[in-house]
């Protein structure tokens, strides 16, 4: 039974591919009543479990666009060539309102949101939760709505996205960038004011991939880790910092440390749609220039993967094939130490370059790279910061994101002549 509530949970779909979301089926009754009518504790642990499923659908999408679009990799198939073309931005070719790449990645989104949306009034109906354990499911609602919402924007960018969402049948307006952030960091807040009124245990269940965030106290680390992120795209670095000293960064801790998703090859669970296997004909290409700037000896190199030859494809060539998870279980983290001690970094430039270096030198010596030798100017520290994230978070949405609200999408290799850097997705054609 819990098996069929997970598969049930985790089908929830969108009416014609929008926000016009369909009703999430109960998985012991004919619809969505159920779960909004007295639900048990049962029942709420359904919901759980089905946004933790939701999270990674249509994931593997999110990171591939966003990682050909910033150059780190590309995407050689002979089944479709639109990842080397409108992707790219091949020639005359415009990025589809009604294409998989740009409509999957952001409206799976939006089934995580809703399917949060549904366990928040299933909790506000439910007799059989007591007051602190409510907040315990709304702070995890909210959080993970405001990582969600976030991914959603950096897609859409200028376009704006929704955040009233909570009545599919009267949706909220279109939020323009800096707003939605706002929204989101609001969002955020407000789940951590749940968080700490939700006691010493969650009152359901999370997946391994959790471990150590699974309760209370330490989720708030992970919802904090999410604030200094949205903090730094907001350019308050004052904020970032703030609470970064409130997350699990770990100056002297392992770098991997952090929230994850959960994969698994056992029978009727979800595998890694990350991994792939080395050497293919459809193959994940590490962009030539990631392998020509990667520094001796440094660890990140074992993100790539020598091929017994290079490979073409459309005009592109490569030697390396990307290789960030080595198998089907593979957990891929929401955020991790590493990007926080990046956060760090990037929060303390031009005000404490002394401190931005330390957080530098931690990434550097824990990749087993000498300590940074460079300059200790803005410009100089800077740009020392923008190589770090670009190998820490390779492959993992940020590179795109980093060099457009640095203002140096220019500064990304044109590999064809004619090609496009795009600024963002358009707006699905359902959502217009």
């Known amino acids: ?29 004919s619809s969505i009543e159920g779960f909004s009518q007295d639900a048990s504790k049962s029942e709420l642990q359904t919901l759980v479990t089905g946004m933790e499923d939701l999270l990674r659908q249509e994931i593997g999408f999110y990171y591939d666009v966003t990682a050909i679009i910033g150059r780190e990799y590309w995407f050689f198939t002979g089944s479709d060539p639109r990842y ?26 939006y089934k995580t949101i809703k399917n949060a949306n549904v366990m928040i009034n299933a909790v506000e109906n439910s007799t059989q939760v007591t007051v602190e354990e409510a907040q315990g499911y709304y702070g995890f609602a909210k959080t993970i709505q405001a990582y969600e919402y976030h991914l959603a924007l950096n897609l859409q960018y200028n376009n704006g996205i929704r955040i009233d969402v909570a009545d599919p049948d009267n949706l909220g307006p279109f939020i323009d960038y800096d707003p939605a952030l706002a929204a989101i960091a609001a969002l955020l807040e407000t789940a951590a004011d749940h968080l700490v009124k939700a006691g010493t245990a969650f009152p359901f269940t999370l997946s391994g991939a959790m471990d150590g965030f699974d309760n ?38 392992d770098l991997d440390v952090g929230p994850a998703r959960f994969y698994s090859t056992s029978g009727g669970d979800f595998s890694n749609n990350l991994f792939r296997q080395l050497a293919q004909a459809d ?110 978070l390779f492959g993992e949405g940020h590179r795109w994101v980093d060099m457009r609200r640095w203002g140096l999408l220019d500064d990304l290799p044109i590999d064809r002549s004619g090609d496009d850097v795009w600024e963002q997705f358009p ?6």
């Not at 509530?5 to 009416?15: E, G, P, T, W």
């Not at 707006?427 to 217009?432: A, L």
């Open 283 to 392: 193959a994940i290409i590490a962009h030539p220039t990631f392998v020509s700037d990667l520094l001796p000896n440094d660890a990140r190199g074992s993100k790539i993967e020598e091929r017994p030859s290079p490979l073409s494809l459309d005009g592109l060539t490569g030697s390396h094939d990307a290789f960030i998870y080595k198998s089907m279980d593979d957990f891929v983290p929401y955020i991790q130490n590493e990007e926080l001690i990046l956060i760090f970094a990037e929060a303390n430039i031009g005000t404490d370059n002394s401190a931005a270096i330390g957080a530098i030198d931690a990434i550097r010596q824990a990749n087993n790279l000498d300590a940074y030798s460079g300059g200790n100017t803005d410009a100089e520290v800077f740009a020392e910061l923008i190589f770090q994230r670009r190998y820490s």
């Open 427 to 432: 707006r699905p054609i359902s959502e217009q």
């Open 216 to 253: 209370p106290t330490d989720f708030l680390t992970f919802n904090r880790a999410l604030a200094a992120r949205i903090a730094l795209y907001q350019g308050d670095n004052g904020a970032a910092l703030t609470f970064l000293s409130n997350s699990f960064m770990d100056m002297n801790g």
């Open 84 to 109: 080397t073309g409108e992707v790219l931005g091949k020639g005359e070719a415009q990025l589809d309102p009604a294409g998989f790449y740009g409509t999957r990645p952001y409206l799976g989104r």
């Open 1 to 29: 039974m819990k098996l069929l509530k997970y598969i049930i949970i985790s089908a929830l779909i969108f009416s014609a591919m929008s926000c016009e979301i369909e009703d999430l089926p109960n998985p012991n009754g």
